[in-house]
């Protein structure tokens, strides 16, 4: 019987490794790294000088992904091959993989796909954000080939929600509803026939919440809470049922500081709606664990001590990244209470030529549109600090360092700008 559920890839890295190291690595970016992550070019008023973040780009996680899917391509290639959504957040790698003839299976607005023209002999690559239970049973039942590249990161929180549900709590998940891993990690609790989940984007939405379950005078009414959570919850979730027990878990891109923030505070709020009675446990209504990945806090923690180190903030910071990569909004967040941040999708919104940038404003929504700013690097010496998502390819962060140096008139030696 054919195998079809691989979780550990096919044994191909050697195979693949010299083609995604040249589609992927940049000796520019090695060059700073190796120099003590700052390097500078020019002379004078025109001097620049680079400052990288000491963690950046491609995680464990997305690295594993991202191979998985050349693997997946060589070991198949006859086959039909589709990608749940995107590999990553990030367009180059995506196009990349469809250059690759893997066919992109998009959901509807209802977050939705549709499997009906697939057949047991395609194979469906999962992401690495997962898939939610009720799309992978439905996969399953196809019969078709699964590859699965799910972060382990991600599986971690997962396991924890399913605790949750298993011991009678609601998970409280901390993230972005609409994102893939969100929806994935909210669909664990519906393993279990009682389990039920509410996501919470912020402190705001967190306080909404901790509110009404303390019964305040500002709180919302139940109607207004239902229509404010309509999306954000399980189906059969009742405010005034199912909130004396919470799990705290967190899509693992958020900010570090902003989910313990959350997971404090509700803590407080049902130790003061609960505590006053015999025996009170809050362990018996409270649980929480840090489940933001490694890779994003070492990112997160990498930034923070370049924008607010010894030596203090660049005068710039650009971060690279596609624009609905969470980790990287997150990124260009933190950066933006130190200074200016430009959040550039890639090199191509740098035009040295007209002395302009294309960018998402650092905080605004994932679908927010891009703006042009004209003489965006100030004049005299100048400190650029420089980061990306961990979804960013090192080649995209040494064309975009290209493209910023020719603003200034300066150029890199090409056998260092080379990618090899």
Same mark, same amino acid.
């Given at each position: 019987m054919e195998q079809t559920y691989f979780r550990r890839g096919f044994g191909l890295r050697k195979q693949i490794e010299p083609l995604i190291r040249s589609e992927y690595h940049s000796a520019l970016v090695e060059r700073i790294r190796a120099n003590g992550y700052q390097d500078s070019w020019g002379e004078g008023d025109q001097r620049v000088t680079v400052r990288l973040a000491e963690e950046f780009g491609f995680c464990y996680g997305v690295d594993r992904a991202v191979e998985y899917a050349y693997e997946?391509?060589?070991?198949?290639?006859? /086959?039909?091959?589709?990608?749940?959504?995107?590999i990553i957040h990030n367009?180059?790698?995506?196009?990349? &993989?469809?250059?690759?003839?893997?066919?992109?299976?998009?959901?509807?607005?209802?977050?939705?796909?549709?499997?009906t023209g697939l057949d047991p002999a395609d194979v469906v690559i999962l992401p690495a954000f997962g898939a939610t239970v009720e799309d992978f049973r439905r996969l399953q039942t196809v019969g078709c080939i &699964?590859?699965?590249?799910?972060?382990?990161?991600?599986?971690?929180?997962?396991?924890?929600?399913?605790?949750?549900?298993r011991d009678g709590y609601t998970a409280l998940i901390h993230g972005k509803h609409h994102h893939e891993e969100t929806r994935a990690t909210a669909s664990q609790?519906?393993?279990?026939?009682?389990?039920?989940?509410?996501?919470? /984007?912020?402190?705001d939405d967190t306080r909404r919440v901790m509110d009404y379950l303390e019964r305040r005078p500002e709180a919302m009414t139940r109607e207004a809470f239902m229509a404010h959570f309509a999306e954000?919850?399980?189906a059969a979730f009742d405010p005034d049922l199912h909130l004396d027990r919470i799990g705290v878990a967190n899509q693992t891109t958020m900010l570090s500081g902003d989910s313990l923030g959350i997971a404090a505070e509700v803590g407080r709020s049902l130790e003061r709606r609960f505590g006053g009675e015999p025996g009170f446990d809050l362990a018996h209504h409270f649980r929480s664990f840090d489940t933001i990945c490694s890779a994003t806090q070492e990112r997160q923690d990498a930034v923070e001590k370049l924008v607010a180190g010894p030596e203090g903030a660049p005068d710039v910071m650009v971060v690279i990244g596609g624009y609905n990569s969470s980790n990287t909004n997150h990124l260009a967040v933190l950066c933006a209470r130190?200074?200016?941040?430009?959040?550039v999708a890639d090199a191509s919104c740098i035009d040295p030529e007209r002395g302009t940038i294309r960018f998402k404003p650092a905080g605004t929504p994932l679908d927010?549109?891009?703006?042009?700013?004209?003489?965006?690097?100030?004049p005299g010496p100048l400190v650029v600090g420089l980061t990306a998502g961990a979804s960013t390819p090192n080649v995209k962060i040494g064309e975009t360092l290209e493209r910023l140096l020719r603003v200034r008139g300066l150029e890199v030696l090409a056998e260092t700008a080379a990618t090899a």
């Open positions: 997946t391509r060589t070991q198949f290639p006859d /086959r039909r091959i589709f990608l749940l959504g995107e367009p180059h790698v995506n196009r990349r &993989l469809t250059d690759m003839g893997i066919v992109f299976l998009q959901p509807d607005a209802r977050g939705w796909f549709d499997f &699964l590859v699965d590249t799910t972060c382990g990161s991600v599986l971690n929180v997962w396991k924890r929600v399913e605790q949750y549900a609790a519906l393993k279990y026939p009682d389990g039920r989940f509410l996501i919470v /984007r912020d402190m954000k919850m399980s130190f200074g200016v941040t430009y959040h927010a549109p891009e703006v042009e700013a004209e003489d965006w690097l100030p």
